[in-house]
């Protein structure tokens, strides 16, 4: 046996029907479709969201919601309690150290530091955004906050 051979079982497949070929094949004159209408016609029919007149469901429902603000920057946030776990007394934290920890992923991040939590350490932080509690608790603990390289 080759693959040319090989043949579906008879009966189970059946020819596609061709309407429109004659009185004899019972499809003929108006392929089935009876005499009038709007479903006689070519073309005919009501489309697939038609309510029966009413205001579809997709012009009923708004367009988007809201907007998307095109001039917004996004901060990667971290928390000065993260700092405090991760890093050493006198240490300089900036976006390449923070990378080095895997805090961010990519030094192209921007990075603003939260207060939550305490710091016992003394940092050195040189980010791009810093809280004002956050600001508080880096100089309580005795470290400084530099502005972004």
Same mark, same amino acid.
């Given at each position: 046996?080759?693959?040319?051979?090989?043949?579906?079982?008879? &009966?189970?497949?059946?020819?596609?029907? $061709?309407?429109? $070929? %004659?009185?004899?094949?019972?499809?003929?004159?108006?392929? +089935?479709?009876?005499?009038? +209408?709007?479903?006689?016609?070519? +073309?005919? +029919?009501? %489309?697939?969201?038609?309510? &029966?007149?009413?205001?579809?469901?997709?012009?009923?429902?708004?367009?988007?919601?809201?907007?998307?603000?095109?001039?917004?920057?996004?901060?990667?946030?971290?928390?000065?309690?993260?700092?405090?776990? *991760?890093?050493?007394?006198?240490?300089? *934290?900036?976006? @390449?150290?923070? *990378?080095?920890?895997?805090?961010?992923?990519?030094?192209?991040?921007?990075?603003?530091?939260? %207060?939550?939590?305490?710091?016992?350490?003394?940092?050195? *932080?040189?980010?791009?955004?810093?809280? @004002?509690?956050?600001?508080?608790?880096?100089? @309580? @603990?005795?470290?400084?906050?530099?502005?972004?390289?």
């Amino acid at each position: 046996m080759q693959l040319k051979d090989l043949r579906p079982a008879d &009966g189970s497949t059946k020819g596609r029907k $061709r309407v429109g $070929r %004659g009185h004899g094949s019972g499809w003929g004159k108006t392929s +089935g479709r009876g005499l009038n +209408g709007q479903l006689s016609r070519s +073309g005919g +029919g009501k %489309g697939s969201g038609f309510e &029966g007149g009413q205001t579809v469901l997709s012009m009923r429902l708004p367009k988007l919601p809201g907007f998307k603000n095109i001039n917004r920057v996004e901060y990667a946030p971290v928390n000065v309690d993260r700092l405090n776990k *991760v890093f050493e007394d006198g240490d300089t *934290v900036d976006s @390449a150290a923070l *990378v080095e920890k895997g805090i961010i992923k990519s030094d192209q991040t921007l990075v603003k530091v939260l %207060g939550d939590g305490e710091l016992s350490k003394k940092l050195t *932080v040189k980010v791009d955004k810093v809280s @004002a509690s956050a600001k508080e608790k880096i100089e @309580a @603990a005795g470290g400084k906050v530099e502005s972004a390289c």
